[in-house]
DNA sequence: GCTGTTTATATTGTATACAAATTGAACTGG
DNA sequence: CCAGTTCAATTTGTATACAATATAAACAGC
């Protein structure tokens, strides 16, 4: 995608993410148009990408407004992504070349790292967990696995939860992908899938504990 | 979407569907607009839903073609497929009202006529099956299941491969979605899971007889 | 004869003007 | 005061013109 429409589509999700533009605001195409700098034909594009993501809901006559992630839909969608990317992580066992186990350690090293600064640099953390995912979803050599977690992985969610995250919660995450790395050593699928599960299920916890405080979920969405 | 962009989405489609437009073909947005009597803007919008549902791949720089799929790949899907509708039945046991219960035993019941007919109404068993595949997604209650399998379920594959079927084929399915009735009025989601995979699985491995010889893969692709 | 560059052509990206449709408010009749 | 209707304002859909870019062909130099 082209300059203008990838403009347009940082921008608006930029703001949705940030809550600048809150659940259930109008997204007027004239408006995001101007605020982009942009006209409406990439706005439209964009706009379409961030429904297919689902951060853009559209309504029963084509407007569009910020969806909102009710604790439900968060459930929802780590009950999916963790099914996903378990399967992954059980075909990418069986796949994986020696290369790609190595980069696969070498960025998990690099999480530790990020880690380890002082302080935890956050920013470093997210993107080789991004990597490092990336790595096994590649392994993996299912495009449409890849496409289908593509919608699931960009939540609005994650990229706010990670900075709640103490330093404690982050080496966890870092332990568990070491146990991950011997699974795939073992190129033993069930053993990766259930601790890609388990990972992610946890993470889904700790989303909620931070959000949703620790006892009861209130029920009042986001 | 509106007149237009529907219009042209579905005179696409069906040319692709239908073979009229060969896997790997350009699909240039002027010539798409002429043939669709419309101008380029809904064309392009068309083109973006097709390529969400894999029908239409995008190259480096953003031309169009019709997207190839390998024996691989509608492997690949269908084992998706079956991961999800598993889980979908499974979510659907827990959730399911008696009144979706009747509706989809009424939907089972048209499939049995459609079957019955003399000669058998394929559009009519296509149309029932798609009934009560989504009475089961809607009774799962996850928006993003159901976006995600939207995306597996409209495959070039399926629709060309139904009129291959036997009597025989068309009488198991039947069979097995009685099954799933069961497993769904004991509300045994385990049972619905493990019908519903089967289910999927054995459909894929009939395609792949029907398209690509009982013996081994040929590997050639379609 | 081959490689790298230039130029022409084809194709997609963007902006804008206008048409169609939807929403919401003002208004009329009861 | 409320229901239904009409009309204005807002918003999205479509068409078209033009700009930017990528592909492919012609060509020059080696």
Redesign the interface.
Known sequence: ??RAANRAYSVIRDRILSGELPAGAQLGEEALADLCGVSRTPV??AL?RLE?E?LVKRSDS?RCFVADWSID?VA??F??RA?LEG?AARRAADRMTEAALQRLRAANSAIREAISAEPADITGFLEHNRAFHGLILESAQ????A??LA??IEQPVVWRTAHHYGREALRRSHGEHEELLAAFARRDGAWAEAVMVAHIRRAFHAYADAHHGLGAIDGQGR
């Open positions: 995608m082209s439209r594009d379409r297919g689902l084509q839909d929802d969608a009950e999916l099914m399967h299912s495009p449409r696995l496409a289908l919608t699931l």
